[in-house]
């Protein structure tokens, strides 16, 4: 059970992280590239977006 939730958490985190760079002021490439990290490398790539990876500016995430 313990798995599931953080699994779950973990797609949570994933889809904010994503919704940020696609609503950040940052370039195509850049936008797709910092996805496919995310994506590719689940845990470290959520570090590293979250510590340098490009923010909204409007934060459109924390809205929903």
């Known amino acids: 059970m313990l798995e599931g939730l953080l699994g779950l958490l973990h797609l ?3 889809i904010w ?5 696609v609503g950040s002021g940052a370039s195509t490439l850049s936008k797709v590239l910092w996805t496919l990290f ?3 490398f ?3 790539g959520l570090i590293v ?3 340098t990876g490009p923010k909204s500016g409007s934060r459109i995430a924390w809205t929903f």
């Open 12 to 14: 949570v985190v994933a």
């Open 17 to 21: 992280a994503i919704i940020n760079i």
């Open 38 to 40: 995310v994506l590719l």
């Open 42 to 44: 689940p845990l470290i």
């Open 49 to 51: 977006w979250f510590f």
